[in-house]
Every structure is written in structure tokens, then in C-alpha cells.
């Protein structure tokens, strides 16, 4: 199974969307042939009903199964209306093969940060499957990012997101948000953040990414597309069944 984890597109009218980085790094991913792109929000700046025009056109470029939830900007200025009818329900659980995916609202309008509340939490609960591999995305983030800048918006009920995580054992975590790509393993838990695809808001050398996610039986590997360099480099490698985790992320002094 091979999922291509594609975040912060920021689509708009203004500073923020690279229409050519965008279209270089779809021609990347489309040649990845990934069996599903999820996409973990921020798909427009503004949440304004140009902007999600703009990213509905944009989107159609990209092959494949996709899986959409809403980022924080996607909410802003009645933006959370036009989510579904643009992109579908924004809460959803998703089988392809054996992977169990579980697609989460994190966002809340006007707000930047998140939070997921019970209801979700027990959509989680819901989406566990025995013989199968439960995958959890969404925006926000449950534990600080390295090199992302002042800790503000992790989700309001981080403590108790993580505790459903940690004790159901759910091996993946994808989220997005902070415009940085970052992995940490956490007991038998793998959180994953994408960086953003194509807005020109990136940190240092970070640039313009996407990851790429392979799982193998037990073994979790998660990869990270430098667009503009069109490098690829190793972030993770994570094995389930001894929970050993060779963490190799590359930080801001680490040139990809
Ligand atoms: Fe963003
Ligand atoms: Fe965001």
C-alpha cells in the first residue's frame, strides 16, 4: 500500500499559491501511482468560494483515489459551508484494503487552532477494525512540531486525542498544518506531518514537499519529496511488530 500524503495547498488569488511549483509537484506525484492521496487541508487561504473553485480545477489534475478533510483556512469566512459541497463530508471512514482510513474535521471556523471532541473520538473508535490497520488524518497537529515556530494551534483536546491513539495502538497519524514535514514515533504509534505542496509560506530550507508512505506488511516507511529539488530522502522507517522506529528526519541544518 502505498499513500501519498499531500498537505497545505493553499490555493487563492494572492501571494500564497505557486501555480508552478503546484504543477511540477503534481506531475511528481502522478508518476508515484500512489493507491490513495489524502490530502490533510488548508486546500485554500481564505475558505472563499473563489478560492475553492480554484482548488476544485486545480485538484482535477491530481490521479487517483483522493481523501480530503478541511485545514483551519478552510474554514474561515463561512469557508466550512462550502467544504462538503466542494469536497465531501469532512468526517468519514474509508476502507482500501486492508487499511482502515479514518478522515477527520479538526478545524473550527475563524479559529486556526483545532479540536476534534467526542464525537470524533468515537468515530475513531468506530473506524478500529480487527485484522486490519486503522490510519487516522487530519490538519492539526497532537504534539509539537520541531522548527515550526511558536506552539499555538495544537488541538484543544490533544491529551485526550493521544490517549485514544496510544491505547487502541493505531500505528499512523497523518496531519499537516505547520508547513514543515515531521515524524515521531510515540509506543506503537507513528505521527506523521506533511509540509506544504505548493505555498510560498515555507520555513528555512524546508521548500515545498509531500510524503510519500509505503507500508509493507509491518514496516511503515515514510518518504520526503523535495518538489523544487525533486529530491526524495527517508524520514522514517517504522516496524510494528517490535516497535522499533529508525528515525532518521532530516532537520533544518540537514540540506535536503
Ligand atoms: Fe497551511
Ligand atoms: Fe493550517
Given at each position: ?52 473553485e ?8 491530481i ?18 459551508k ?26 473550527e471556523?475563524?479559529?486556526?487552532n483545532?479540536?476534534?471532541?467526542r ?18 488524518g487530519?490538519?492539526h ?29 493505531i ?30 509560506r515555507t520555513r528555512?530550507?524546508y ?18 519529496i ?21 528515525n ?9
Amino acid at each position: 500500500m502505498k499513500i501519498a500524503h499531500i498537505s497545505d495547498i493553499h490555493c487563492n488569488y494572492g501571494t500564497d499559491f505557486n501555480p508552478k511549483i503546484f504543477d511540477k509537484a503534481v506531475s511528481m506525484l502522478n508518476k508515484i501511482e500512489a493507491d490513495l492521496v489524502f490530502i490533510s487541508g488548508d486546500l485554500t487561504t481564505d475558505g472563499l468560494l473563489n478560492e475553492y473553485e480554484f482548488a476544485k480545477e486545480k485538484l482535477k489534475k491530481i490521479e487517483g483515489k483522493l481523501a480530503i478533510v478541511p485545514g483551519n483556512h478552510d474554514e474561515r469566512n463561512l469557508g466550512w459551508k462550502l467544504f462538503p459541497e466542494f469536497f465531501g463530508n469532512t468526517d468519514f471512514i474509508h476502507t482500501y484494503g486492508n487499511i482502515v482510513f479514518v478522515g477527520l474535521g479538526s478545524s473550527e471556523p475563524d479559529q486556526d487552532n483545532g479540536r476534534l471532541g467526542r464525537s470524533r473520538h468515537k468515530l475513531i473508535e468506530r473506524g478500529i477494525k480487527k485484522n486490519k490497520m486503522t490510519v487516522l488524518g487530519f490538519h492539526h497537529h497532537v504534539v509539537p512540531v520541531p522548527h515550526s515556530g511558536r506552539e499555538t494551534n495544537i488541538i484543544d483536546d490533544a491529551g485526550e486525542t493521544l490517549d485514544i491513539i496510544l491505547k487502541n495502538k493505531i500505528p499512523l497519524v497523518l496531519m499537516g498544518h505547520r508547513h514543515v514535514p515531521w515524524a515521531v514515533k510515540i509506543h506503537k504509534t507513528l505521527l506523521v506531518n506533511a509540509g506544504t505542496f505548493s505555498c510560498n509560506r515555507t520555513r528555512a530550507h524546508y521548500g515545498n514537499t509531500f510524503n510519500i508512505i509505503d507500508i509493507n506488511d509491518d514496516i511503515i516507511e515514510v518518504t520526503v519529496i523535495n518538489i523544487r529539488k525533486d529530491k526524495k530522502k527517508k524520514m522514517i522507517e517504522f516496524n510494528l511488530s517490535d516497535g522499533c522506529c529508525d528515525n532518521r528526519y532530516y532537520d533544518v541544518e540537514n540540506k535536503m
